[in-house]
């Protein structure tokens, strides 16, 4: 029934390159299927002005989409002069999410920039990015740890993201472009490999979905996001 | 045990004003407690580019705080020449509800710009000014069908938004500042009238929530935009 | 002769509301007939760089328009990411009138931020702005006395602002929109409670005007800011 | 008693160069002492979008000051990509002054936009401006007079503009920087040569002004107007 | 000699490979060395409104860096809302120099968008842009060529780019960071596989070259051309 | 064969106005035959952020065109609040040039900066900007040496600025307008007195040029930089 002959509950093929380019501090590129992005962790001694003397550390996020990654070509957002209201949307949910996963004061006065940037789109962008930068950003961490800079690992517990959706009637598991621009409803999950939810964004794109629907696309998520973390660790320990 | 004595299943007074203001096609002040938001709603013959000629309309969100809204003044985001984040975010948001709840067919080439402006906050602004933004859409829509422009209502289905969250450890409805600034999870709930979720937003401020901790707070938005709706209706019918 | 019927030497109604709103230390909502206006004043701790050290204050304006306080929505200066001239000019004037109101030495390294917003317009919003600017001024400073941070009242003098104007070859007082888009001559005048002139502006629309038609404009002129000044010393003692 | 041993009532040396630069219809070199403006008009077939087939014509102005026009180096407005207040409020200003001298249904469908930039400032850039942008306007309109464009002289009537002031404590004409600096009232009147107003603007720097300094203050204006009106036409018979 | 061990006529080991991405008409990631791009050329129908109706194509290019291509992250353009002059700069070169590459009438009324997207940064990124870049074009060409919309062969010549310069004293071909950023002269050649110069750009870092140094490095920088023009063939047969 | 009549190798007349505006530290009229530029030197205590500390001093160059200082108006880029990239590309090329020519050791934590304005262009206008740039700078170098602030000229070599062109086949120094508008290839050198290069930069137009031609133009550029070179020690001199 999906396009891509998927079962309802099953991830596209999920790819975790680390070490993918040179100079950043943690560098993943992440594939889900036929979305690639370039995850990168920077580490910078000091946090913003605003949290200075708190003993604290920070993390922030950053999306963008090389203007043909997609199958029309976007306006290039640094020539335009401004960022689209959905790249500063999904920009702050990376940095939601991820600081959600740091113990900031184990982090101590550390700034870790996350940089997520599409090469291919074909749905499901923000999910690969938090999914991929949870790795640069432990990459990163690990750094600190082996440079002696940070004493405990800061990560309270792995989290990963993964679209679910109401496809043609039916909930389904990370929805590729075919499907995501024709699906009823749009439920983006953020959770913790413990089972916590992060973050929950559901959107009704045509008519309002239903309490039950919305307990169908909680569960087949549950199991993406305990699958993805699986893969998160699987790159990790290579 | 809430700062400001209510039940966790109670709503702060809401207070619907239409004709608020004497230009726009539908202006209403509304009400939850202390946030006070303006929400217009105005009228123009024709639709952006990109749907010409397809016969249908188009419905857009605005939002914005007057500077000294706040209990620290802000930054105007005019002087600055930039919107925040967070008022982009909401500003789509805003645009994305309404629009789930008209038949654009039915409107036809019209399209419905609804702007609305903070002039107190605390706490819950986005959910005051979605559930005031559907009164004034009424009002713009009715004016619309007075005239013969439009034949049948477009109006799919009443729709009200409310904010849920986790104060202390207890699932609470509709967050006053006192409580949202330190709530341990925030749930922004848009739904009809009928029931359906148009949109969910869920954030973990600090510890990732549990499902069981959705399921209460999504009984408790439940009611909640069951009484908002009704509230609407009373003030549409004054 | 007017639209409205009223006298050339008689202002529109004029309301003043103290305490429209709870943040601010003073904030005023401002009513000449339909033209309402919500003045804040925010007091902050220090001055702008430039001034440091010289135990000086200072005192700034803003002003800005909801997008539909018009007959025409005009677009969202924030969402535009630029004030349109209009607005610069008139946050400038705001700013310079009340700073000719205060005595700096008095005030100390206090800085005051006046924004005026309008929510409805219909002629002299700029000047229904500086009037209910001062009142909003003289609270906050009053809460400065009151809290002993500032001991003597340095205020030099109140000031108010009227418009006058030459409507179908005649002098008249406090345009509204109706005459204020036909007018041949539009003149704003800002004065002390004392007689003095703190700004005059005025422009010929059509026709340069004459000698004679200054005298009887600054006439007229005198006369309403007499009265508006008496309007706001009745808020002020109410 | 003034620092250039003027008399109250004298202009400094006035000079105006026509033909100054190659390109422009119209390019004049005003110089109002060390004040120097290079004022050109630009000539175009047609008008903005919203004046378009009414048979009016239209003028806009510009204004702007090369970095070191000044003592100390001002910011280059095009880097920095905004436009100060004070840039955008004289721009306006010498718009609408010519504006008002011209017979918009006369001229017909052409746009004429007169630039005027500050080689080096002294005090009274703007009425130098306005004064000298007046005889590029002229220039630009006998060119299109002689082509057979326009069929008569749309001017209804010349227009200059000087300064006046009270400067310790007396009224004085066209002001310098050393005066102006420090000058208690700055008042920018522009004249026709017919001695309408068409424009007048005054600011008290730190005391309000009374009736009888506005009265001294315009009779110092009359007169410098028409003699700059008599320089302006002997510069264009030249 | 070379930190990197290379004679001074070797190039970096450099890598062509095209279809990189899915999306592009043209999609190519060139390596020279651990400098890498992706270049992708976007097809359009039609031209920029100021070429309309010549029968001509156009083509544009635009560069950009991935924040963390380099040592140190940079700032991300589109957030700061503003192109540096160094990236404003090479992306007029990109286009300027692909245009001499191609007959604009053969073309047609296309145009072709080259992006070009540094994901690692070790020197010469503006080289290896160009270079890739001719490689993505005559991909996208060959498209229009084989749907028929192209009749023959639009390219002139095929160009490539290197950069030479003086490293402590000795001219050096293909100049990696660690030379680059302490030569003493950078030159950057893009010439066409026939020998002819397209563009030359070089600059004295410290001390002026002198001619002979000119000499020796036009040398070298015509066996890399050579060189670099028969990679991009083998790339394009393969 | 040239349009002006002059030989392949006759500059244009050129004369340098030193003093031109009175308030900067080194200002210059420069033309080269009709294109005009007003280039100006200011000079500033201290150094920007990144430098401070070094005992090194700064240039920095700037350049700008009057909206009519060309055959048809151009956007003014102030109220654009944008620079072309052709503004951007040669004000950094005037700042890399004229820093080539100062020993910043020598010149100490002072910081220059150079403003060229156009205010009649007919072409090659950035070789006058430069050429002009370096009169005003050694003005204000030798203000800094008689107020005893520099000790020893931190001049390295004086520097100048010339286009040449292959114009109708042939090699032309100092291209007009009427010239650079059809040339084949442009290229601008910028050579010391002592006849190194500091930068060279050419562009084939139409086809690419030949080594020949190139050598043809670099000899043609060494003595018309050797003849303004003079001009600028004779104007220093006067």
Redesign the interface.
Known sequence: MRPSGRQVNELREVRITRNF????EG?VLVEFG?T?V?C?A?V?KGVPRFMRGEGKGWVNG?Y?M??????N?MI????K???T?????I??LIG?CLR?AVDMKALGEYTI?L?C?V???DGGTRTAAITGAFVALQDAINGLMEAGKVKKNPIK?PIAAVSVGIYKGTAVLDLDYAEDSVAETDLNVI??A???????????EQ?????EE?TAM?ALAKDGIAELCEKQQQALSA
């Open positions: 380019t040179k100079h950043a560098s036929d690639k370039i990168t920077s910078d950053e963008g090389l203007p043909r990654s997609t199958g070509r290039r957002e640094a020539a002069g401004k960022q209201g959905r790249t500063v949307e920009s702050r939601r959600a920039q940089d940037d090469i291919q789109a517990s959770m913790t413990a089972g916590g939810f992060v973050e929950i964004q559901g959107t009704a008519e309002a979905f239903s309490p919305l909680l």
